[in-house]
Every structure is written in structure tokens, then in C-alpha cells.
């Protein structure tokens, strides 16, 4: 099969042929018919994640259709998606306590197992999601890492349904958030860099948006980073009124500069990180996603272009989110 590979850090992607993943017990073979870019893939590309083994085929935000190893609930030629969490091993005290997202021994989609920009990719059964009919292939994509990712970290805030809700950044993962806010008639605030973010932000409906260092003009009850930055962090928290919660929706974040506690954390304000997401979170953003027609803005690239995706997520160039098409 043709598959995109990364050999090493900093370098480009390869274009290769490699064998067809053999099928292993408890697992599908999938053929891959869309891959979300997702910016997590260019911190392992760059090496701002540790590459963990080598080669790897990246790519977390897949569209699949079962091959091999069908099942009564996945059976052959079923649409299924797969995201950053491709396992866990069910038995830590993270597991037993529900918290499957913060598994001591977790498996990562694309990173400690090879991912999907490539023709076929084998995954764990129990971490495949059924997909609404919907969305085709490269709509539904970016909701499987972005969108569930960007769910989570509303929960992770507490937001609750009518509140003043803050985004630091709007990328792939905020544009999809804000539908699911404007669902729960929340007023949304955004800041973000780059003239067309905005002009994005104003079309999705936010009620307010301002630049990278522009500062929303009242106080939030939730916010959400999406920026790899400790310093956007810090701007959230200082537009948060007492109580509130700052989450970093960042599996990478630069050093957090000093700030001053009485002014910004005191009065029982929270800052909380985003880590995975849990099998549940996929599951009940993807029925809301359904419910609202939520239909994501995207570029495709073949995948002999990956390395023009990757591209276009860092110098944030693209219209929309980036998906790989096979």
C-alpha cells in the first residue's frame, strides 16, 4: 500500500510502498478513505513531541471502511472513525475510575502505532465510532480529533448552556466548538491572529472578536485556549471573572510566563489542561455534531501532498481544516 512516512524529525514526509498491516485479534482492518490533518501531527513531524519509534505513518482523524476482522457491530464495509485515543489498557486506576483519556498505558493513534495517511490502517475494534450518515468522508474527518477535542475542553471548563464563553485562537478545533456553543446559546468571545481567522470567527457567529492581543470587553465565565502558547493562557485568565476556568486545549504548550496571582488567579479561578479525550466525549459529540448539521470547512490534499497539509496547518494557510483523501 502507499502510505506518507516520517523516518525522522524535521524532515519531510516520504512516499513509500509498504506492506498491508496484518490483522491482529480484537482488531479491523480498515481502508482509509479520508485522514484529518491535525496540528498534533506537526508536533510530532517537528519533533516537539518525542517520536516515540520510527518509521511511523501519522494521521488520527480517520475515515475508514472495515476490510477485515468484521464483527456483529462492525461489520464489513461499515463506515467507522477512529481518533487520537486508539486504546487503553483498561485496568490502571485512571481506567477503573472512568478516566480513560489519562491511561497510564495508552495507545496513540499515529503516533505509538501508525496512523492513517495511508491506504489501509489496522485499529483496536473497541475504538471506532460508527459515523451519521450525515457527513461524507471529508467533512466528518476533522470532527474526529478537532471536534471531539474541542467538546471536551468545553467540558473540562464546565461550560454550561448560556454563559460568556472566551476562544484564545480559532483554528480548526475553536471552528467547530462554536457551533456547539451557539447551540447552547452562549455568547462567544474570540481572539485570534490573522485577519481571516477573524473574518471565520465573525461568520460562525461569535458575538465578539479581536485580535491576539485584544481583550474581550467582559468577563468570561469559561475560556478556552487553542493557541500552543503559555502567554495566551495568561491573557485568558486575566479576562476571567472570579470562579472561572481557563482550559488549554494544547497537547504542547511553550513556557508559561509569570503572572500575578492576587490579579488573575486569586478568587477561585481555575486552570485546568485538556489531556485525550475518553470513547464517551467521541460519542456524544458526534450525535450533537448530527443534531446540529455540523459540517466543517475543509481543503483536500491527495495524499502524495501530506507535506503540503502539514504546511498549511503551521503557516496556517489553509481554507478550513486539512484532510488527506487517499
Not at 505509538?112 to 465510532?129: H, K, P, Q, W
Not at 484564545?168 to 481567522?197: D, K, M, P, Q
Request: include cysteine.
Amino acid at each position: 500500500m502507499r502510505a506518507a512516512v516520517l523516518r525522522s524529525a524535521s524532515q519531510p514526509l516520504s512516499m513509500e510502498e509498504v506492506a498491508i498491516p496484518i490483522l491482529a485479534e480484537g482488531h479491523l482492518l480498515l481502508r482509509v478513505l479520508a485522514c484529518g490533518v491535525c496540528r498534533t501531527d506537526l508536533h510530532i513531524a517537528e519533533g516537539d513531541l518525542c517520536l516515540l519509534h520510527r518509521p511511523l505513518i501519522l494521521g488520527h482523524q480517520i475515515v475508514g471502511k472495515v476490510v477485515d476482522g468484521a464483527t456483529p457491530n462492525r461489520p464489513n464495509d461499515m463506515r467507522v472513525g477512529v481518533s487520537w485515543i486508539g486504546g487503553a489498557d483498561g485496568t490502571c486506576p485512571f481506567c477503573l475510575r472512568g478516566e480513560e483519556n489519562l491511561c497510564d498505558n495508552p495507545v496513540f493513534t499515529g503516533y505509538t502505532i501508525n496512523g492513517g495517511y495511508a491506504e489501509y490502517v489496522l485499529v483496536r475494534s473497541d475504538f471506532t465510532y460508527p459515523l451519521p450518515n450525515a457527513l461524507d468522508d471529508t467533512h466528518v474527518a476533522p470532527l474526529l480529533c478537532a471536534g471531539i477535542i474541542g467538546f471536551r475542553s468545553l467540558r473540562v471548563a464546565g461550560t454550561q448552556p448560556g454563559e460568556r464563553v472566551g476562544l484564545f485562537g480559532f483554528g480548526s478545533s475553536a471552528s467547530l466548538a462554536i457551533n456547539v456553543l451557539r447551540h447552547w446559546n452562549c455568547e462567544v468571545y474570540v481572539s485570534t491572529r490573522g485577519e481571516a481567522h477573524r473574518q471565520q470567527a465573525t461568520a460562525a457567529g461569535a458575538h465578539w472578536v479581536g485580535t491576539e492581543n485584544g481583550k474581550p470587553p467582559v468577563q468570561l465565565d469559561r475560556a478556552i485556549t487553542f493557541a500552543p502558547s503559555g502567554a495566551v493562557v495568561v491573557s485568558a485568565l486575566s479576562s476571567l471573572r472570579k470562579g472561572g476556568v481557563v482550559a488549554i486545549n494544547a497537547i504542547h504548550l511553550d513556557q508559561m510566563p509569570a503572572f500575578d496571582y492576587d490579579k488573575l488567579l486569586w478568587g477561585e479561578r481555575q486552570i485546568r489542561s485538556v489531556a485525550n479525550m475518553t470513547r464517551q466525549d467521541a460519542t456524544d459529540f458526534l450525535k450533537v455534531a448530527a443534531e446540529i448539521g455540523l459540517k466543517p470547512q475543509i481543503q483536500t490534499f491527495p495524499l502524495e501532498k501530506a507535506n503540503d497539509a502539514l504546511i498549511a496547518v503551521k503557516d496556517e494557510t489553509a481554507n478550513g481544516s486539512c484532510v488527506i483523501v487517499p
